[in-house]
């Protein structure tokens, strides 16, 4: 009999921790955004939300839709995690920051609390803070 995964996420270095486990080994076929919803206990419930086909990011009404499905399931003290699958090498492409801002614009939008959104690729998983997901001046 296995014990079922059940961590619990209190600062950034545990969620990574959770994204580690459950996206390793790295190497991704197609563009996911994926949605951990972390209950007022600080454990993530046992299953997780998939969004496939997410190459491109979101237009506004996408974000519309998101906003909503969070804010159906938002209650106090549950939190959002989010991370953003794609093949290729590392770094933080302008649309994975396109991806992190429209998560956050998202939680924002439904009043609930997220967690820092992260980017796995093939090689690696990082964070993308709300502050690293905004434009690039050129």
Request: hydrophobic share 40%.
């Given at each position: 009999?296995?014990?079922?995964?059940?961590?619990?996420?209190?600062?950034?270095?545990?969620?990574?921790?959770?994204?580690?486990?459950?996206m390793?080994?790295?190497?991704?076929?197609?563009?996911?955004?994926?949605?951990?919803?972390?209950?007022?206990?600080?454990?993530?419930?046992?299953?997780?939300?998939?969004?496939?086909?997410a190459?491109e990011?979101?237009?506004?009404?996408?974000?519309?839709?998101?906003?909503?499905?969070?804010?159906?399931?938002?209650?106090?003290?549950?939190?959002?995690?989010?991370?953003?699958?794609?093949?290729?090498?590392?770094?933080?492409t302008?649309?994975?920051?396109?991806?992190?801002?429209?998560?956050?614009?998202?939680?924002?939008?439904?009043?609930?609390?997220?967690?820092?959104?992260?980017?796995?690729?093939?090689?690696?998983?990082?964070?993308?803070?709300?502050?690293?997901?905004?434009?690039?001046?050129?």
């Amino acid at each position: 009999m296995t014990t079922p995964f059940r961590p619990i996420v209190r600062s950034q270095a545990d969620l990574e921790a959770v994204w580690k486990h459950l996206m390793g080994p790295w190497g991704f076929g197609g563009h996911s955004v994926w949605m951990l919803v972390i209950d007022a206990d600080d454990r993530p419930f046992p299953h997780i939300t998939e969004i496939t086909e997410a190459r491109e990011p979101p237009d506004d009404e996408q974000v519309s839709s998101l906003a909503e499905l969070i804010a159906g399931l938002a209650e106090p003290r549950r939190r959002f995690a989010f991370l953003r699958s794609r093949p290729g090498p590392g770094g933080v492409t302008d649309d994975d920051r396109a991806w992190a801002r429209a998560l956050y614009s998202a939680g924002r939008h439904a009043g609930a609390s997220l967690e820092v959104v992260h980017r796995a690729c093939d090689h690696d998983l990082v964070a993308v803070p709300m502050d690293d997901a905004l434009p690039h001046a050129g």
